[in-house]
């Protein structure tokens, strides 16, 4: 572990953009913060979780799959660099290490593997919450974290590739160092994923009624935020677009609360109403990854809460469905 | 990664949001703002995709000019030079009021301006309008005479101070979502809502009272609610003497109008109608949205004039909270309004007729003389058109052969020109019967300014190149004035516009790029140092007193009868704007709705014959389409509802060309139709 100041943890950074596309939390124009490189605006570390999902640098909006010429040759893509990624919470490397987890499963996905093999993975936690509260260390699950702990931040690798970065960098840190912030997170309140736990036991047992599922269906607008911010939600839509000299096929992030997301040919949808889709996004959460993958796969990141204009944000609606049902 | 602060090109909301552009230059995502008021890092299905159709293969990239029937490609030289050869050429022979010109609400305020200005200035004819003429035309006219000021009152924030929301013709979460939002959220907090719409919208499911009045029976309503709020001594007497005139006409003119006679006309229960009287004066401070339900009859201007003499009337004006809340539609229809790309007046609402308005324009533009004569409305320019009165057209940015009434007059009329331009950024409908079409950057490629519909003036910025030859509305406008011998400053870029416009428009008097960020100003801002006004009419309304002006109930133009038995209702979805230009070519948008559709009772169903998804044939004495049936009791039993995005089976080809006498707007909202079961004709 090595201890730096904020000064030169960026010149350690902006020393590493020779070998790697280095993306970091920026100060946006408008005060919003977001993954980005060094020149794209001031460093923002502090803050808490940023807007967007960071798991967008493996798995971003849109996406080109392919392009093929008329002749139906397909032409190379041009090699990208090795991506280094600052900015994962605790939170989103639980994410990241499950969707890695899922895009490795029959059959990989090699686009987001593309970005995803080869890159360096930076959490960023301790004192840096946005009225500085502490993000709780994640302690694995990266590469490398850097841990504010207020005056000073640690860095902490945790595989061969971090410690061949971090190597000498900073000053060696003692662990005490980091005892006021682990002790800080331990006093954090486990209630959320106690609530969550509570609500996929619910649902698991089956004691939540269609009803409630409707009522909680008429009150989303379908603006497909949820899925959108959610590390985890790995569904894309595909569409091939043909010019004049070539095809290019895409994929972008889709949305299991629009209605053409399980429309049959036919025009009948399994999942025809809001009702449904809205029971399915929460279900897929808490029941049937639980079911495939052993855990739930919402880990509390908090973005769907953020982004739903209409408040039915996945603990929102697991703090309703435990007030009435549990 | 470049991310680049704008303003999303869909409805008047005005999110603010980031386009994501690669290192390649391409469009690759969206992200909304955190910290905007309004976006407050939320946006819509439309804005989460506003980055996904500008790089579509179908973009124009090159001038086109029709030869041998066919719109083949040339260069710009050769394409403005023949517009600009044509453009004089009619104007020479039949007068400049021979052009019309179509402005858009989808480009920014200085293309507008410099459109208007081309009009006006170069080519010398008032004959400029624009989409307005659908939407708020009628509230233009209506809230200018009862108010002073055809704007949206007061900001989409103050909704949520409101005790009390009456949204009466507005589709809220579906057509203005942030907004709808914002009121499901008011009403979740304990905010009364009142929803008045024949159809069971969203936001009814959260109404404290859902009144399902027939289409077309506003005044009626409105007229019924005010006769209780008097006879229950419910108005807010102190605003009414301090701040109002006309009071006494107003008591006489709904004296009549008693919960049982508005009950006959609504359909209403008289019950409904005291409740929904009693629920909106007893608040403190009540708000009264509205949109196209209101605006889209024969009697639009009757129906905005009852909704301000309500808000006169319980004193709800110039607070937060309170206020006549018309949500205008386009992302720039409020601007092109300001910006004078309406008949009869130039930026500002300066009339034309007005001598020392002509004269300050003239002096600023170096004329002259400008016509004192207003020009035509676009929906009766388009009966000039069908009769040969007006022979050559320039369209910008509009598609109204789906977007106007009657298709087969719409047809008709663009087809008699001698001459139609067309400036766009997909060959759209309309753009295939030019004679010239001008490829277009996007709002994702140019510099500029939208107005929201809280008339808040915000930044537009260029994130990616537009593609092949495509150049910004206001590079082809300045170019284009140069060619028809217009003598103009060589405005480097838009801001340059912007400080012409501040200079001859008071209500944008302190407007300048660097006071626009990041957010922008609401306007009025008559100075450099002026803060903007969210609310309008505090202490005083803009015309001084507020104006009670009753209206009398007319019903609408056609009613069904024993031939065509159902009342069709036209409008939107939620995910797809307009024609469909931009989000038919919006792939999860295109996937969400892919083509037209009827929604039908389902007892009107069960009397047809017909299932659910099954295609029929609606028709009108205007014209027969064919779509597939959705069965919902969204609409109730009698009342058809189509949106009009679908070329393949436009809703506007049954639509009638009926207006309103003052305001000039079509009565979307309600004609005769029926439904057929008939087979698909393949």
Known sequence: MRRLTEAELLRWLRGLEDRFEVLLPVLLVDGSRALGRLDEGAPALAGGRLPRKPTEAFFPQHDPVLTAALDGAILAMPAARPLFVLGFTAADLACLEFIDRFFAAPFRDDLYYRRRAGAVVAGLTGALGPAGEILPPAGGNCDLEVIATGDAFLLDPYTPAGQSLTGEVGVPAAAPELRPVQSAAAALSDEPQRLLQRASELIRADRVPDAFWAEIGTRCIACTACNLVCPTCTCYGVQDWSYPDRTERSRMWDSCQLEGFMREASGHNPLGSEALRTRRRIHHKLAADVERWGHLTCYLCGRCDAACPTGIGIQAIARELVARYG | ?682
Request: charged share 20%; with cysteine; hydrophobic share 40%.
């Open chain 2, 1 to 682: 990664m470049k991310k680049t602060l704008t303003t999303c090109p869909y409805c008047g909301t005005g999110c603010a949001l980031y386009l994501l552009a690669d290192d390649a230059g391409r469009l690759v995502g969206v992200e909304p703002s955190a910290t905007h008021p309004v976006s407050r890092g939320h946006l819509c299905i439309k804005g989460w995709n506003a980055y996904a159709f500008v790089h579509h293969p179908q973009r124009l990239t090159t001038p086109l000019i029709r030869r041998s029937g066919e719109l083949q490609p040339a260069s710009w030289d050769e394409a403005l030079g023949l517009v600009a050869e044509r453009l004089l050429a009619i104007r020479d022979a039949h007068g400049p009021d021979a052009l019309m010109f179509f402005s858009s609400a989808k480009a920014t305020n200085e293309e507008n301006f410099l459109l208007m200005k081309l009009a006006r200035g170069v080519i010398g004819t008032n004959n400029i309008d624009h989409c307005a003429r659908l939407c708020h035309a009628s509230t233009v006219v209506g809230l200018a005479a009862t108010l002073g000021s055809g704007a949206m009152t007061n900001s989409i924030a103050c909704l949520e101070q409101a005790d009390v929301i009456l949204v009466i013709g507005s589709n809220t979460t579906e057509q203005h979502p942030m907004i709808g939002a914002r009121i499901l959220g008011a009403a979740r907090r304990g905010t009364k809502l009142i929803v008045a719409d024949q159809r069971r919208i969203r936001l009814a499911h959260h109404a404290d009272l859902h009144l399902r009045h027939r289409c077309g029976s506003d005044v009626a309503l409105l007229n019924g609610l005010m006769h209780v709020i008097l006879a229950e001594g419910l108005e807010d007497r102190a605003f009414i003497a301090e701040r109002t005139e006309g009071f006494e006409e107003l008591r006489a003119a709904v004296a009549d109008w008693t919960p049982q006679a508005a009950a006959a006309v609504t359909g209403l229960t008289a019950a409904e109608i005291v409740a929904a009287a009693r629920t909106f004066a007893g608040g403190e401070r009540g708000a009264i949205v509205y949109a196209m339900g209101i605006t889209q009859h024969t009697h639009g201007v009757d129906n905005v004039k009852a909704v301000a003499d309500l808000a006169l009337l319980t004193g709800n004006l110039g607070r937060p909270g309170t206020g006549v809340n018309p949500l205008r539609g386009q992302n720039n229809v409020q601007g092109a309004c300001d910006m004078g790309a309406l008949p009869d007046v130039v930026s500002g609402y300066q009339k034309v007729a007005e001598p020392a308005v002509r004269e300050k324009f003239a002096h600023a533009w170096g004329l002259p003389a400008l016509s004192g004569h207003p020009g035509l409305m676009a929906t009766l320019a388009m009966n000039a058109m069908a009769d040969g009165q007006v022979k050559g057209a320039f369209i910008l940015g509009e598609n109204p052969l789906i977007s106007d009434p009657d298709q087969a007059h719409a047809r008709r009329a663009l087809t008699s020109l001698d001459f139609l331009v067309v400036q766009e950024i997909f060959l759209s409908e309309t753009a295939q019967l030019a004679d010239v079409v001008l490829p277009a950057a996007c709002f994702a490629e140019k510099d500029g300014t939208f107005t929201s519909t809280e008339r808040l003036v915000q930044r537009v910025r260029r994130a990616v190149a537009p593609p092949g030859a495509a150049r910004a509305d206001w590079e082809i406008l300045k170019e284009l004035a140069r060619r028809c011998g217009g003598d103009w400053p060589d405005y480097p870029d838009p801001g340059a516009i912007m400080a012409e416009i501040a200079g001859l428009t008071p209500s944008y008097g302190g407007i300048a790029y660097p006071r626009l960020e990041p957010f922008g100003l609401p306007w009025p801002c008559p100075t450099p140092d002026h803060p903007g006004t969210p609310i309008l009419h505090v202490g005083t309304c803009t015309r001084g007193k507020g104006r009670f002006l009753a209206s009398g109930y007319r019903p609408p133009a056609e009613l069904p009868d024993a031939e065509y038995p159902l009342l069709l209702t036209t409008g939107r979805t939620y995910f797809h704007w307009h024609t469909g230009t931009m989000t038919r070519r919006t792939h999860l948008l295109d996937r969400e709705e892919r083509g037209p559709f009827v929604e039908l009772h389902p007892d009107d169903g069960a009397a047809l014959g017909v299932r659910d998804r099954e295609e029929v044939t609606i028709a009108s004495r205007r014209g027969t389409i064919r779509a597939r049936v959705r069965l919902t009791t969204m609409v109730g039993a009698g009342t058809i509802f189509m949106p009009f995005h679908f070329a393949e089976g436009a809703a506007n080809a049954l639509t009638h060309n009926a207006l309103d006498p003052e305001a000039g707007i079509p009565e979307f909202k309600v004609c005769a139709a029926r439904v057929e079961k008939t087979p698909c004709a393949d």
